[in-house]
């Protein structure tokens, strides 16, 4: 096996991927839950899920954050946390994608409204790369 | 950390996976639902149903209905008073109006009127004394919205018909930053237009 592969799949390299997701995770579900209903506007501009779903998106998705980097950061149940953050990132990244696509100039609504980032390419890239960190966190460590 | 090569109790993920989902969905519907969340701007619940049933074509007849729609939701009727105006009310969300509401609001420059379609859509026509106030603009901007001078008189939104989303925001909006009699043209420009209403054509905003 490679040195590369070899190094991500250290428990410290999982470790620290998880924590660090788990930090951005928090922050954005706190954020969203600060400003439900800003979030749930975010949603609707997306355009992407019928409109009786948003607001139990909105109501649900940033708990699930919550609790989700809570997990990573307290290490308890923290190789699921992980692998559901990075299927949540992944799902935000393919949103963001498909909004940058259709040229919707919106917020991303990534933090809430505590971030007045909008939907382009940075923010793609910047999804992107979480959404790697968080598929190290939910790699399985390898012994050595 | 590297303990020899003795194999690790092998856990399956999925439980734990399962059991953060539905714990945060739990906490969020509950936080959300029994009243821990304090900030009732965004109202019930289940906010989307308000806007479902706009969004469904529930929409009040001018004159008297049998079987009051709101009866459920303890709001008034759109009440025909006399032979007079029918009367949009504080409901604390947009009321639903119709053609013939609209166009008896409109021949009476009893309502501010706002067209919450693109500029240009607004520049091609519009109903007759409508102010131009595009949704995307509209929503970025509460400063403007509270600052629109309505004269007293409630507000009328319409958009370019469909599922009208984007008026429904604006309307919303409008409430949110404390008007208080709103009312949603749900049939939109279309439908005046098929009815073979007047329709104003002046470049520009107007009223602002």
């Keep these: 096996m490679g040195t590369i592969t070899g190094f991500l799949a250290a428990p410290a390299t999982i470790r620290v991927c998880q924590i660090a997701i788990g930090l951005i995770l928090g922050f954005a579900g706190l954020a969203k839950i600060g400003d439900l209903q800003s979030f749930a506007v975010q949603i609707h501009n997306f355009r992407m899920v019928p409109i009786p779903v948003e607001n139990l998106i909105a109501m649900t998705l940033p708990w699930i954050e919550v609790v989700a980097a809570l997990a990573l950061i307290l290490g308890i149940e923290s190789r699921a946390a992980a692998i559901l953050a990075a299927a949540l990132m992944a799902l935000f990244t393919i949103a963001v994608a498909v909004a940058f696509a259709r040229g919707l100039d919106i917020e991303c609504g990534c933090f809430g409204t505590a971030d007045a980032s909008r939907v382009g390419a940075v923010k793609l890239m910047q999804n992107a790369g979480m959404t790697a960190i968080a598929g190290v966190a939910a790699l399985r460590p390898r012994r050595r | ?208």
């Design chain 2, 1 to 208: 950390m590297r303990s020899s090569r003795e194999a690790v109790v092998e856990k399956s993920p999925w439980t734990g996976l399962v059991v953060i989902a539905l714990a945060g969905s739990l906490l969020g519907v509950s936080y959300n639902w029994f009243g821990l969340n304090s900030g009732a701007a965004w109202g019930l619940p289940w906010i989307a149903e308000d806007r479902v049933a706009l969004l469904e074509g529930e929409q009040l007849v001018s004159g008297t209905s049998d079987g009051d729609p709101y009866a459920t939701t303890q709001v008034d009727p759109l009440a025909i008073v006399g032979a007079g105006l029918p009367e949009i009310r504080s409901h604390g969300r947009p009321l639903p109006i119709d053609l013939q509401a609209v166009e008896q609001y409109v021949a009476a420059d009893a309502a501010l009127v706002i067209d919450a379609r693109d500029r240009f859509e607004y520049d091609e026509g519009h109903i007759p004394g409508a102010i131009s106030l595009p949704a995307d603009e509209a929503v970025t901007d509460p400063a403007r919205l509270q600052a629109l001078d309505t004269g007293g008189r409630p507000l009328i939104v319409y958009c370019g018909g469909g599922t009208c989303e984007t008026s429904l925001d604006v309307a919303y909006e409008l409430i949110a930053v404390g008007h208080e009699r709103v009312a949603v043209y749900m049939g939109g420009f279309p439908e005046w237009l098929d009815a073979g209403n007047d329709v104003a054509v002046d470049a520009a905003g107007g009223g602002r």
